[in-house]
């Protein structure tokens, strides 16, 4: 089985940065690609950013230009770097791994952009 923790999660004015990390372990020689979800209040959870095993990388629209994600493999983290951070961002942010025969979810870091 593979357990992931998140960190990073804070509270920054607008126009800020913050970078999550995200840690895994356990079976970590199952993870293929790896990515960071969002969910806001009243909202569904939407798709941010991912990476592959081949560090092909994916962004949503509204953070191209301002996210960057990136995976350590030594260290199975993998980081969502935020630049030009803005109230919509705010929400809580999810890591996720997922393989041929698994997926798995963190526990989730608040990430708070005030205006």
């Known amino acids: 089985q593979v357990q992931l923790v998140e960190s990073g999660g804070d509270l920054v004015q607008a126009g800020g940065s913050l970078r999550l990390s995200c840690a895994a372990s356990g079976s970590t020689s199952s993870i293929d690609g790896m990515g960071w979800y969002r969910q806001a209040p009243g909202k569904q959870r939407e798709l941010v950013a991912s990476i592959s095993s081949g560090d092909s990388t994916s962004y949503a629209d509204s953070v191209k230009g301002r996210f960057t994600i990136s995976r350590d493999y030594p260290k199975n983290k993998v980081y969502l770097q935020m630049n030009n951070l803005k109230p919509e961002d705010t929400a809580v942010y999810y890591c996720?791994?997922?393989?041929?025969?698994?997926?798995?979810w963190g526990q989730g870091t608040q990430v708070t952009v005030s205006s």
């Open positions: 996720k791994a997922w393989g041929r025969l698994m997926g798995v």
